[in-house]
């Protein structure tokens, strides 16, 4: 079955003062979507996976033949605190809603106009186009999960498992976004710290890499840390292969931060950080290094408290000039910035 989803969209011509004094009713394509098939709509362009909203649930309610979700389906589309506790607590996906409302039985092209657009997902590139040209390496966690406190149906992430299932030689429909705000240093001398726990360590591994391959042109490298966490030290990712790197002497110094491990002591990366804080100060402060850090919003947030009270301790600071220091080496946009932070969101 296919259905022609350049979706008609309602043109009003006025012939002012037409012989006949009417309005011509005309029908012009809308490029929201192409022509394809339901199923390609329903799996490629379509966000069927976030819960609906308040408007659609409305438009539900208008349908449903049952008088028990016709009630409940107005609640949740006026009523926001209701809506919130439901969004929040079942998180339901489009065929969740329509089980959850059997009476409710929408026409197709309705539905297919009312629906939000899939949202591409963003992931790092995790490789160096000077070590592998004409590659894109990607370090992607697959996510699994199940909502109400994991009493739920099971959820899946909706770019994470298309990747994770499709056939290897398939096609895939990518593009590459630029992030001129982090990248390494010009200066190839110049230290750099990195922090990334978890999938975390996608940029980093391209950033190695790239040292790794400036290492074989025989240029002259500056020191190079990583800052790693994981929950166990089986979850440690591309151990073998930042061993070969701290043997070759692109990294100098790996860091392990261990959040799940049996019988050792719970530590995050900004733990390890504050161990090596006098280095960690003369790296950024007196020899000019780069900071870089990769991962959720909450870490990041922890690691730069970290780093400002590191800064502070080591080079006097007050309050006001440790704020006003740490503004200055982010804040440039003529020159690569001293902290760099990369927030990824995926699923």
């Known amino acids: 079955m296919y259905l022609n989803s350049r979706f008609l969209e309602r043109s009003i011509t006025v012939r002012e003062f037409s012989e006949l004094g009417s309005v011509i009713k005309s029908w012009k394509p809308h490029e929201r979507l192409p022509s394809c098939s339901v199923r390609q709509l329903f799996t490629r362009f379509l966000d069927i996976t976030t819960p609906p909203t308040p408007n659609l649930l409305q438009h539900f309610a208008s349908i449903a033949t049952d008088e028990d979700d016709q009630q409940k389906l107005n609640l949740l589309a006026t009523d926001s605190a209701a809506y919130e506790d439901w969004r929040h607590w079942r998180f339901p996906h489009l065929l969740e809603v329509l089980e959850e409302f059997p009476s409710v039985t929408p026409h197709a092209p309705l539905l297919i106009s009312q629906l939000s657009i899939l949202q591409p997902r963003f992931y790092s590139i995790s490789s160096s186009p000077a070590l592998h040209p004409n590659e894109i390496h ?3 966690a697959v996510v699994v999960y199940r909502t109400e406190d994991g009493e739920g149906p099971m959820h899946y992430g909706v770019c ?20 001129p705000n982090f990248h390494l240093p010009s200066d190839p001398i110049k230290p750099v710290i990195l922090v990334g726990p978890g ?23 500056g020191k190079m840390w990583l800052f790693f966490g994981c929950r166990t030290k089986d979850m440690d990712l591309y151990k073998d292969e930042k061993a070969e790197m701290l043997k070759d002497g692109v990294l100098d110094r790996v860091f392990l931060a261990l959040s799940r491990e049996p019988d ?14 006098l280095e960690i100060y003369k790296f950024l402060v007196l020899e000019k ?10 870490m990041a947030e922890h690691v730069y ?25 982010t804040s440039s946009t003529q020159r690569s910035d001293c902290i760099q932070t990369n927030t990824l969101a995926r699923s």
Request: proline share 2%; charged share 15%; aromatic share 14%.
């Open 199 to 221: 999938t975390g360590i996608a940029p980093f591994r391209s950033f190695w890499q790239q040292r790794y391959y400036q290492l074989k042109q025989r240029q002259q490298l």
């Open 289 to 298: 290094g780069h900071f870089y850090v990769c991962g959720d919003c909450t």
């Open 138 to 140: 990607l370090t992607v």
């Open 160 to 179: 994470s498992n298309y990747l994770q299932n499709i056939s290897v030689d398939e096609e895939v429909y990518v593009f590459v976004r630029s992030a």
């Open 305 to 329: 408290q970290t780093l400002k009270a590191i800064i502070q301790k080591y080079g006097g600071m007050s309050d006001n000039q440790v704020e006003s220091y740490m503004s200055s080496m």
């Open 264 to 277: 050792i002591p719970k530590t995050y990366v900004q733990n390890l950080a504050l161990k090596e804080a």
